[in-house]
């Protein structure tokens, strides 16, 4: 009993402690500074050598503007010799901040003489320059330390001072010289440079990195500047050029990967550069001895072919994967030609009975878990094009049982949800889509939220659902590629349920698919009656978005877009678009990205 007695009194004054350590960080936090300087000057007290507890104490002082009790605090400290340098800063920055400047300096000053005595003070002492933005101070502590010691290295630091000074070439050159002597990664120093790069070529900034990698290539022949200017042209969206750059890299690396240039394939078809994206899986065809890299290719090329249909085209692709196949056949290594074929011949050719078969078959290969999960997905989802509504619904069910903590296994669900929409029964797609509410992908959990507040809106207003029934039977028509009749059901839930909750959803998804059509005027209109009409809605962020591309990127009038952006970032923070609006904004803009 005397040993619990002894643990409790023990516990009491770290408990009370731990307390006022909370207390004092929590009034800070929320501006209180008349509560948290009595916790932190008790802390103080009790803790004297406890930076982090002075630091806030002769903040909460300087918040309230107590400069005397900062001197009053500071003094005998520094006053007693030993004092660590970097409260020589604080005395200063207390002397700057009521425009006492010479008193300031000396401060300063004398925090650099101490590097003199031990060079590891450097970093300490320029980081607290830095925390005040005193950068000119913050250089000549780490090039002071650097000097002093030549093992020690601040030019990382230094690097990000030039850039925030707007030293932009300097900040360039110190960053590359980093990677040059091994001294940090490639990829942080990329992550740094892409604060200060545009998506505009002719930006200040990006002509100056242009020139330093220029100059650079021409006096040494290194594959990094090549590298390098790829990624440069990446980020400006020249693919052309960044192709020029990696078959160099390919060309002159022993042993070298494709992946690199399948990659930026992959990057410039979804960026609408189909004539570039062509070169590169070209360039691929002609160059890969690997079967499944060559395959990979070949079907890009065939989707670039297939991005403006006819007849014609069809017939060419039909051609081009019946000799695929013949050369391939099917097998577990070529999952993907089976699964591109069969998605063909449903959503291209309107034949899914062939597509059912073909993966049917596939299922019968030897397969991993995974293996079997993308061909029963793929299968569902041609099913569902079938209206075959149950037998998709086994092979989703079964994806989503195998696989129940992996990605594959969330969209699984998500699509057992979507086609229990399709197929009228809402209360087990609402079941199915609360799950996925919390689901790892953002995206995946996004659609789930929506799809959910569609249904449970337009059932608690009608009863019957017959709003409901009539949209979901417009979304099956979209997802079966017949987006004429789709945008007729859609027009006739317009027309006869004016003023329910469904409309501003018929206005999205009819909108979409006028883009589908590239009706783009037609598509403004909707998006634009929807931001007019339902601006505190839960669309209303879609239709912001879907504006701002719509201008941006199909009417060029980039002011437009830019308004629309800035609605996302000022009025909807949450909304799952905005880091992407604040992205596109400020390029729009013509700011540094940091």
Known sequence: MRIVYFLLICCIPMTAKAQDDFLAKQYFNDGDF???????????????????YSEGLIACYQQLERYTDVETFLFPQIQAGNAYPTLYIELGYNYTIQDRNEEAIKYYEEALKKIEKNPNFGYGIGFRFQKYALLDY???????????????????????????????????????????????????????????????????????????LLQNAQKNPDLLWN???????????????????????????????????ENLGNMALKDDEPETAKEIFEYIVANTNDEVTGLNAKLNLIDIQLIDTSKKTLGQVQKQYDELVTLHGYKSQTLQLQVAYANFLTFKKDTPEP???????????????????????????????????NEALIYFTQVQKSLKNDILGQDAR??????????????????????????TSQLIANDAMQLSLL??????????????????????LGYQNKIKEAIAELNGILEHHKGEKIEDEALLRQAQLLEAQENYEAAEFN??????????????????????????????????????????????????????ARKHFRRLRGDSIN
């Open 34 to 52: 008349e509560k948290a300087v009595i916790f932190y000057e008790k802390l103080v007290e009790r803790h004297p050598r406890r930076t982090d």
């Open 138 to 212: 913050a250089l000549k502590a780490y090039t002071k330390a650097m000097e002093l010691n030549p093992k020690l290295d601040y030019n990382y630091q230094m690097a990000r001072i030039y850039g925030e000074q707007g030293n932009i070439e300097k900040m360039y050159a110190s960053y590359l010289k980093l990677i040059i002597e091994g001294k940090t990664s490639k990829s942080n120093v990329l992550s740094s440079i892409d604060d200060f790069i545009t998506s505009d070529a002719d930006n200040e900034n990006n002509i100056k990195l242009k020139k330093i």
């Open 227 to 261: 590298d390098l200017l790829s990624w440069l042209f990446v980020q400006q969206k020249q693919y052309r050029s960044a192709f020029r750059q990696e078959k160099a890299i390919y060309r002159r690396m022993e042993g070298g990967s494709l992946q690199r240039l």
């Open 355 to 389: 597509a059912i078969t073909i993966l049917k078959n596939s299922l019968e290969l030897p397969l991993n878990s995974r293996g079997k999960a993308y061909i029963k997905l793929a299968l569902g989802d041609i099913l569902v094009y079938n209206k075959k509504f």
């Open 414 to 439: 998500y699509k057992v949800a979507q086609t229990s929409f399709y197929k009228g029964d809402f209360d087990w797609a609402l079941t199915q889509l609360k799950v996925l509410r919390g689901s």
């Open 455 to 476: 249904i449970s809106d337009n059932s608690l207003e009608d009863s019957t659902q017959t709003a409901l029934k009539k949209y979901a039977r417009a979304d099956l």
């Open 527 to 580: 998006y634009r009656k929807i931001t007019e009409f339902y601006e505190n809605d839960i669309l209303a962020d879609d239709a912001h978005f879907a504006l701002g591309e719509l201008y941006r990127n199909h009417l060029g009038q980039p002011e437009k877009a830019k308004i629309h952006y800035e609605k996302i970032i000022y009025n909807y923070q949450d909304s799952y678009y905005f880091p992407q």
